[in-house]
């Protein structure tokens, strides 16, 4: 069997976590079964489908890694086809013109909740004589469901599901105005690029009934449906801006990486054993429909913040250094120059370990690449005071001369001072940290020197002088 995948969103908002991890379970079991994924966009809705929307989903998908097969297609451009599928259908006595007024219809909808039922249309237009058929209205045109018996669906997430045909009336599959809906177009769709298994979130389980039944009604093969338990906040209820419902560019503007949240979105119902760190191939490797779960999956920034936290120590000290000069540059106003370049890759190793988001690494980094005289903040200018500006002042000599600049070394020298003084090493450290970095916490000091280099040390201590 050809295992072929789609995400088809609608372009009418932006690519938040549900969909971003739809998409990649949709990628990751093509990839796994050594398939095709497809990117349809949904956009027969022209008033609410928009170009920034269809962006934001081709720009989130881009970040995120999950790359489609072949060219992006449009259900706008496919309307012939859904069309000529209806005319099949009413050809096939599946399908019948409907003539029924909007005055009508909400009679019905009315009468039927007076008599504690959902609304539904009670079909008076299914088999009724053509030649009735009004001469000022357009008319709607309906699938001709199944009355009795019932729709089964055997689904690869939440098991054998079926519900009584009477439940499910006789839906609209065009609209008066010409236009097929989604729920048909979405099968031609999906038929049309041979679409084997639909993978998507529960809130369309009530779908798939209507549209295995027009699989059936155009003699077509119903593709394997796996619906996936939605994602909540938190504390359960449903998702908050706060607690996950952003769109994904929202994360990379935040400082997440890809790599952190591909695996985020994959634990979010899927799991394999203990594993909580995966990294994209493994999960190619082990990915499988029996392993998502059918309880609902709680968004956790924490854990999130912690997962990016492992990706970010992993990461190799350039790829982070290209990650976060957007971020520097905002901040300094100009790009980075070659020296800033050279001590931030420097300083890496010591700066990676602390931080959760690129935001927080290149807030950290700062001092690196700030032009003097740096700020001082104000609970580190308290260590200058007295006796620790005076410190400064006799270290300057003895640091310039320094053999060979490098943390081993000017620890050595400074050591030697603080012993010749009497002094403990914080008494010196802290004046040096808070001349050399503006703050009163920093990765270790004689990192932070040799990163600095001497010439851009010794100046920054003479700053403290004038």
């Known amino acids: 069997m050809n295992i072929v995948t789609r995400f088809a969103p609608s372009p009418t908002g932006f690519l938040h976590i549900g969909g971003a991890r739809t998409a990649l379970f949709n990628w990751l079991f093509a990839k796994h079964h050594q398939g095709k994924f497809f990117l349809r966009i949904e956009d027969t809705d022209k008033k609410r489908s928009t170009k920034d929307a269809i962006d934001a989903i081709l720009d989130g998908l881009t970040w995120l890694g999950l790359n489609w097969d072949g060219e992006v297609v449009y259900q706008s451009k496919n309307f012939a086809r859904h069309s000529k599928m209806v005319l099949k259908l009413i050809k096939n006595g599946m399908a019948y013109r409907c003539y029924c007024t909007s005055d009508e219809l909400q009679k019905m ?16 237009w299914r088999d009724r004589d053509p030649s009735d058929a009004p001469a000022n209205i357009a008319p709607s045109i309906r699938f001709k469901a199944p009355r009795s018996g019932s729709t089964s669906i055997e689904d690869a997430v939440q098991g054998l599901v079926k519900v009584e045909n009477q439940q499910l009336d ?12 989604y729920t048909l177009s979405v099968v031609v769709d999906d038929h049309d690029m041979g679409v084997s298994h639909i993978i998507r979130g529960d809130d369309h389980l009530t779908n798939a009934f209507r549209q295995a039944q027009l699989y059936r009604a155009l003699d077509w093969q119903v593709p394997k449906f796996a619906h996936i338990p939605l994602i909540h906040g938190a504390d359960g209820s449903k998702m908050s801006k706060r607690d996950g419902s952003l769109g994904i560019e929202s994360y990379a503007d935040m400082g997440f990486i890809a790599s952190a949240m591909q695996n985020y979105l994959l634990r979010l119902g899927w799991s394999h054993g203990d594993e909580e760190v995966i990294d994209l191939a493994q999960a190619i490797k082990w990915f499988d429909l029996p392993d998502i779960g059918r309880a609902p999956s709680r968004f956790d920034i924490k854990k999130l913040e ?8 992993n990461l190799e000290d350039k790829k982070l250094l290209t990650l976060i000069e957007p971020f520097t540059a905002e901040q300094l106003g100009r790009k980075l120059k070659e020296e800033d370049r050279n001590r931030l890759l420097s300083a890496m190793d010591s700066l990676k370990p602390r931080v959760k988001t690129l935001i927080e690494l290149a807030d950290n980094s700062m001092f690196y690449v700030a032009q003097r005289p740096i700020t001082i ?5 308290l260590s200058l005071e007295g006796v620790g500006r005076k410190h400064l002042s006799e270290l300057i000599g003895i640091l310039d001369g320094v053999a060979q600049w490098d943390s081993k070394n000017i620890e050595t020298l400074v ?7 009497s002094v403990k090493l914080g008494a010196v450290a802290q004046p040096l940290r808070a001349a050399l970095t503006g703050s009163a916490v920093s990765p270790g000091i004689f990192e932070v020197m040799e990163s600095l280099g001497r010439e851009e040390t010794l100046a920054r201590l003479r700053d403290i002088e004038r």
């Open 109 to 124: 909808r009315e009468k039927a909740r007076s008599d504690g039922l959902q609304p539904r249309y009670d079909g008076r």
């Open 170 to 181: 006789d839906m609209v599959i065009m609209r008066s105005d010409g236009t097929p809906t």
């Open 306 to 313: 912690s997962l990016n936290a492992h990706y970010l120590r």
């Open 377 to 381: 903040g104000a609970k580190a200018a």
């Open 415 to 421: 050591k030697i001072y603080t012993d010749s003084h």
